[in-house]
């Protein structure tokens, strides 16, 4: 996306213009075909992680029923909650070294899936009033958590996940087969599509990059053997929310990791939302931003409670969206109402759930490698936008080296209490934590000599 303010003449709709029917569809479409993949991508690794196949169909269609709602609450903001923008929301990547742990959590301890899922829904809950909290004080926030503090932890995301696609890219853990030259090939020919396609200068083909790749690369798997469709299981025709339907829990050791991926997301969102406000020619600055930076982010949180009740994972507002309003020219939020309604209505229907859930691991990991790549790029980006000076270089390299040793080496901690190990033995948390004290104790270098 391009940071440079965008000239009248390329929004064909403004934030408060009515699109007619047809046209306002169209434009909805887009924004599905760009966030679809990455809704449902982490519910998929997550089940496919933590051994929720059964529930994985259910999981998919509250992950974008969920998803509709929040983007109408972005779109219409009501009673102040929202931006007042067409801000997609969706199923976040931070989360899901967070909810894996906290996951893994009571899997170690013997749990079944309905109390995996009651853990993880009851931690979000909770972290979901971080970030509603925090919205209300956004801009002391920034003080705190720079843009240093930010691209250090969404780096760390990044890398950190990047384990998890190049692992389905192989076969997936413990797969028989793993890194067998056909799923290689596999992986390889979903990455090359997606790099091919995104190189093209027509925008749907972009736009539809990941989802082609996924199609072409179950086409393939399907043909040679790979994939051999399996029976669907007999589901509803529709899918009902039903609020805590795998129950209630609560761990502090589970829930600290999760919260410090809250207070992330609330500075992430605030850029995400800054950059739609320059594209859709909204002020940057002053009480109105303010305002409806406040009220996006609270929507965000809103989102994510949410979904903790609904039995989904936590909503983020999806950044690449941005784009799809920069190429087609349209900033209506009233188009934010279709995007929510078309996400519902996908939603309704588990049997959508049951099919995904087939897709091959290395066509998987082909599509997820780009997605977290991305996200460590993301955050490499943001990294650049903070001075490159002594003091920034010394708190990336402790949290860096912290951080991302600790994953490589999760045995350093175990002679440690649980509660320790737990918190800190998450890359996220040990090099986030790391960033944001070293952020507040190290004091800033001069920027001209002294007199």
Same mark, same amino acid.
């Not at 269609?61 to 983007?71: D, E, F, N, R, Y």
């Given at each position: 996306?391009?940071?440079?303010?965008?000239?009248?003449?390329?929004?064909?709709?403004?934030?408060?213009?009515?699109?007619?029917?047809?046209?306002?569809?169209?434009?909805?479409?887009?924004?599905?075909?760009?966030?679809?993949?990455?809704?449902?991508?982490?519910?998929?690794?997550?089940?496919?992680?933590?051994?929720?196949?059964?529930?994985?169909?259910?999981?998919?269609?509250?992950?974008?029923?969920?998803?509709?709602?929040?983007?109408?609450?972005?779109?219409?903001?009501?009673?102040?909650?929202?931006?007042?923008?067409?801000?997609?929301? !969706?199923?976040?990547? &931070?989360? /899901? @070294?967070? *909810? =894996?742990?906290?996951?893994? +959590?009571?899997?170690?301890?013997?749990? #079944?899936?309905?109390?995996?899922?009651?853990?993880?829904?009851?931690?979000?809950?909770?972290?979901?009033?971080?970030?509603?909290?925090?919205?209300?004080?956004?801009?002391?926030?920034?003080?705190?958590?720079?843009?240093?503090?930010?691209?250090?932890?969404?780096?760390?995301?990044?890398?950190?996940?990047?384990?998890?696609?190049?692992?389905?890219?192989?076969?997936?853990?413990?797969?028989?087969?793993?890194?067998?030259?056909?799923?290689?090939?596999?992986?390889?020919?979903?990455?090359?599509?997606?790099?091919?396609?995104?190189?093209?200068?027509?925008?749907?083909?972009?736009?539809?990059?990941?989802?082609?790749?996924?199609?072409? !690369?179950?086409?393939? &798997?399907? /043909? @040679?053997? *790979? =994939?051999?469709?399996?029976? +669907?299981?007999?589901?509803?025709?529709? #899918?009902?929310?039903?609020?805590?339907?795998?129950?209630?829990?609560?761990?502090?050791?589970?829930?600290?990791?999760?919260?410090?991926?809250?207070?992330?997301?609330?500075?992430?969102?605030?850029?995400?939302?800054?950059?739609?406000?320059?594209?859709?020619?909204?002020?940057?600055?002053?009480?109105?931003?303010?305002?409806?930076?406040?009220?996006?982010?609270?929507?965000?949180?809103?989102?994510?409670?949410?979904?903790?009740?609904?039995?989904?994972?936590?909503n983020t507002t999806f950044s690449q969206n941005n784009g799809v309003i920069q190429l087609s020219g349209v900033a209506s939020r009233h188009v934010g109402y279709y995007i929510g309604a078309l996400l519902i209505v996908l939603g309704l229907f588990p049997m959508l759930g049951a099919v995904l859930q087939q897709i091959p691991k290395p066509v998987l990991g082909g599509a997820t490698l780009v997605m977290f790549g991305t996200v460590a790029a993301a955050g490499i980006r943001i990294l650049g936008q903070a001075p490159m000076d002594r003091r920034?270089?010394?708190?990336?390299?402790?949290?860096?080296?912290?951080?991302?040793?600790?994953?490589?080496?999760?045995?350093?901690?175990?002679?440690?209490?649980?509660?320790?190990?737990?918190?800190?033995?998450?890359?996220?948390?040990?090099?986030?934590?790391?960033?944001?004290?070293?952020?507040?104790?190290?004091?800033?270098?001069?920027?001209?000599?002294?007199?």
């Open positions: 996306m391009s940071p440079e303010h965008p000239t009248h003449s390329d929004l064909i709709y403004g934030l408060d213009d009515r699109p007619a029917p047809l046209p306002a569809f169209f434009a909805a479409l887009q924004h599905v075909l760009a966030c679809f993949v990455g809704i449902v991508t982490p519910t998929l690794i997550i089940g496919g992680v933590l051994g929720l196949h059964e529930q994985l169909p259910y999981l998919i269609s509250m992950g974008l029923m969920v998803s509709g709602v929040g983007t109408l609450i972005q779109a219409r903001r009501p009673f102040g909650i929202g931006a007042g923008m067409i801000c997609v929301q !969706g199923t976040s990547f &931070a989360f /899901l @070294s967070a *909810v =894996l742990a906290a996951g893994m +959590l009571v899997k170690a301890r013997g749990g #079944s899936a309905d109390e995996i899922l009651a853990m993880i829904f009851g931690v979000c809950f909770f972290g979901a009033f971080i970030e509603m909290v925090l919205s209300r004080f956004i801009g002391r926030l920034q003080r705190i958590v720079t843009p240093l503090v930010t691209g250090i932890v969404i780096t760390i995301i990044g890398i950190s996940l990047i384990k998890v696609g190049i692992t389905d890219l192989g076969g997936g853990a413990q797969a028989e087969n793993f890194g067998a030259p056909a799923n290689l090939a596999l992986g390889v020919l979903v990455l090359a599509t997606i790099i091919a396609l995104n190189r093209l200068s027509n925008p749907w083909l972009r736009l539809s990059a990941i989802i082609i790749g996924l199609l072409l !690369g179950s086409l393939v &798997a399907w /043909l @040679s053997g *790979v =994939l051999v469709p399996k029976a +669907l299981p007999e589901l509803p025709l529709i #899918s009902l929310p039903i609020p805590f339907r795998y129950g209630f829990a609560f761990d502090w050791m589970a829930f600290v990791p999760v919260a410090l991926i809250y207070l992330i997301t609330a500075i992430e969102t605030t850029g995400d939302l800054t950059a739609n406000c320059m594209i859709s020619r909204q002020p940057i600055n002053g009480p109105q931003y303010l305002q409806r930076i406040k009220g996006g982010v609270f929507g965000d949180g809103v989102s994510s409670l949410i979904a903790a009740v609904f039995n989904t994972f936590p920034s270089l010394l708190i990336m390299a402790t949290s860096f080296g912290i951080g991302l040793g600790i994953s490589s080496q999760p045995e350093l901690l175990n002679q440690m209490p649980k509660l320790v190990q737990n918190v800190f033995g998450s890359a996220i948390t040990s090099g986030g934590l790391t960033a944001i004290v070293l952020n507040l104790l190290l004091p800033l270098e001069r920027t001209t000599p002294p007199e």
